[in-house]
């Protein structure tokens, strides 16, 4: 599988490759559910917290094993990793992508700590995603206004120099885009987005983190504009918790979780098969 040939295809053809996150076989299978009908490249992810959850081995072997059975490509990436070491340590149990969240760090420290992951990562051929400016929010839903800082996000001026430098493939940019589900989403700052893009090129794949509640239509200028990964974990999340509750609540007396599991993961499919059908048609 040539991942990034996957990846300039998408750029190419304004067309994003989705990630959904699990953590658990009820995301799992709905994701699978919600992708299969497509036929189209997606990427499976698990952050730091879920892989130590599942294991990074299990998450490899799951991945090759869905692979055979779907006969198309499925690329397994590593999200938000902080640990140069968990990092290396996800590249050599086989993930194709791995993401540093560098985002914290000063920026010479974040440019030349992503560097050595990259140097670490491409004689394995695996891809890597850096992150310039700070995301806030986390993968949950939140009752309050979301809160958009302007200092928060990516300076265009040193866009060129990090991918120059580190010499990532992909580059999370912060333009609005904030983790999890508010009572009010910010707006996108899309003009900051177009002078990112204007700054790299085709040099390097943007990503869009926190992709759970914007709207569609600001999807798909994001994408006309320069995104080619498109990441999803909190309406992933909330649709589990929220099926899940429902059905214990229909079914007091059941223990067996398979029995449970089936209105869980049509949840979970019908959020993927939505944002798939965004851009893709169903075969």
Known sequence: MNIKRIFKHAQEKHVPIFQFNFSDLFQLKGIINGTKKFKEPFILGNSEGESHFLGLNFAVAIKKEIEKKLGFP??????????????????DAGYNMVHFDGSSLPFKENLKTTKKIVDYAKKRKVLVEGELGFLRGSSEVHQEMARV?????????????????????????????????????PALDLKRLSMIKNRVGKQVFLVLHGGSGISPLEIKVA????????????????????????????????????KLAPKVIKAIEKVVTKKMRLFYNAS
């Open 74 to 91: 499925m690329i397994l990436n590593l999200d938000h990793g902080k640990s140069v070491d968990y990092l290396k340590r996800a590249i």
């Open 223 to 258: 994408v006309k504009r320069g995104i080619v990964k498109i990441n999803i974990n909190t309406e992933i999340r909330l649709a589990w918790k929220k099926a899940l509750e429902k059905v214990l609540k229909e079914n007091p007396e059941e223990v067996a979780p398979y």
């Open 149 to 185: 800082v302007v200092a928060d996000m990516t300076l265009p001026e040193e866009v060129r120099q990090f991918v120059k430098e580190t010499g990532v493939d992909a580059l999370a940019p912060v333009f609005g885009n904030i983790h999890g589900i508010y009572r009010k989403m």
